[in-house]
């Protein structure tokens, strides 16, 4: 057990020597996910979700995390979320863990970068449990863009604006879509082509069934808006997909940015989108310990930045900077999740970075699924890893762009092949 013990710090500590022999290896100390669950993403301002706090969307998931991990929850020593647009998520999360049946000895945090959150939540649990600081913890994912904006309330201060790059991180992200559409020649048509691909994927997958094992309902009530009344409804399903999609109808629909350019529609951004999703992770030697199913193992995620006025292209810089770290290829990569906060980044991403489009995205992106902003990092690891099972593939990057010009990146590996 020792000289494991060592074998392990050894490759903690020496990741750029590995490539994929090195992250498939099995060692005690590897941060392995044991359950990888989401709500339905539902339609902002108008699904299933519209009428639902924030608080009860998180407290739905982790009570649905107590019943599906089938854990005492007082093991769960740390619970941290991401969230963007709710500067009371620390509030709510806290309350709703205790509420959900987690003992007050449960700590509980959130986290804010932007669209990577979600990720950026799982990241910093796995560097507890790395430490030592904790055992087992609890990343989550969660947005309510129905019931509030993620909007300044006022411009930076005069000096910080003096700043061009620093100004620059106040536009708006359609326009910084326009500018990536616009300085990389990515055409209305290349977007919408993209777009109609994406739901494709999305409605191929939502009719065989694929996301049935990611998803777990929502019990709650949706207020009709003619005669005001709410009624109770049970939620199953992705409101996203829009069947039957296709680049005609696509290319019909008007610029949605038109004061900045002409290329990014509604039909080819991410939709505005309410959701949650949850990451339970520990080490592996805890999981055998607890019994505890292993879906796959956090191998590490990175994060680096961009000029802001072209935000969307992140995951160009911040994917190679990962793989390297880890001494792989693209041509390494099984599956891919590319947050598509639009078309024109999407694309740009797609050929820089020399990616085979099977690859990425196979159930549809954010622009058929949605883009729940607090909840999408993690939302891309519980479709991710599905994915993986169904195909049987191992190797699963994640990545997203970030608000204010920054990607982040996450490495996988699926251990049900």
Same mark, same amino acid.
């Given at each position: ?12 500590? @020496?990741? #750029?020597?590995? %490539? ?66 709710? +500067? ?41 449990? @790395? ?14 863009? @129905? ?33 990536? +559409? ?11 082509? !993209?777009? /109609?691909?994406? !739901?494709?994927? /999305? ?8 996301? *049935? ?14 005669? %005001? ?15 039957? #999609? ?15 350019? *002409? ?5 080819? @951004? ?5 959701? /949650? ?24 995620? #990175? ?10 292209? +992140? ?20 599956? &891919? ?10 694309? !740009? ?28 990092? /993690? ?22 762009? &970030?608000?204010?010009?920054? %990607? ?10």
């Amino acid at each position: 057990m020792a000289s494991e013990r060592l074998a392990s710090i050894f490759n903690h500590l @020496s990741p #750029t020597k590995g %490539g994929l022999s090195h992250i498939t290896q099995k060692n005690p100390d590897d941060i392995v996910i044991t359950l990888a669950i989401r709500t339905p993403l539902t339609k902002g301002g108008k699904g299933g979700l519209k009428d639902t706090s924030l608080d009860y969307i998180i407290y739905s998931l982790l009570k649905q995390v107590i019943a599906k991990s089938r854990l005492d929850p007082q093991v769960i020593e740390d619970i941290c979320m991401g969230n963007v647009n709710d +500067g009371k998520g620390a509030y709510y999360l806290r309350a709703a863990a205790i509420a959900a049946g987690f003992p007050n000895t449960t700590a509980a945090s959130t986290v804010n970068r932007f669209c990577s959150s979600g990720l950026k939540a799982v990241q910093d649990i796995a560097n507890q449990i @790395s430490n030592g600081s904790i055992d087992i913890g609890l990343a989550m994912g969660a947005e309510s863009m @129905s019931t509030v904006a993620d909007r300044l309330d006022r411009p930076f201060h005069e000096e910080i604006m003096k700043t061009q790059e620093a100004a620059d991180c106040l536009q708006p992200m359609g326009q910084t879509s326009e500018n990536v +559409g616009n300085d990389f020649e990515i055409t209305r048509e290349m977007q919408d082509r !993209y777009a /109609a691909e994406s !739901y494709r994927r /999305a409605e191929v997958a939502q009719k065989a069934g694929w996301f *049935d094992d990611e998803i777990v309902p929502i019990t709650t009530k949706v207020k009709d808006p003619r005669p %005001g009344d709410l009624k109770v409804v049970t939620l199953t399903k992705d409101e996203g997909p829009r069947y039957g #999609t296709t680049f005609e109808s696509l290319s019909k629909i008007r610029p949605a940015f038109s004061q900045y350019g *002409d290329r990014s529609t509604g039909g080819n @951004s991410s939709q505005v989108t309410d959701g /949650a999703a949850a990451i339970l992770l520990m080490r592996r030697s805890r999981a055998q310990e607890l019994n505890q199913p292993i879906l796959g193992k956090f191998c590490g995620a #990175t994060v680096a930045g961009v000029a802001p006025r072209i935000m969307g292209i +992140g995951p160009s810089i911040v994917v190679p900077k990962l793989l390297k770290k880890f001494n792989l290829s693209v041509e390494d990569l099984d599956i &891919i999740e590319l947050n598509e906060a639009f078309a024109s980044m999407a694309v !740009y991403c797609l050929n820089v970075l020399g990616l085979d489009h099977l690859k990425v995205n196979p159930r549809g992106g954010a622009i058929a699924l949605g883009h729940p902003l607090g909840a999408t990092g /993690a939302r891309q690891i519980v479709t991710g890893l599905s994915e993986a099972r169904r195909q049987k593939k191992k190797i699963l990057l994640t990545t997203m762009c &970030i608000g204010t010009g920054q %990607g982040m990146a996450g490495l996988f590996v699926n251990e049900h092949v």
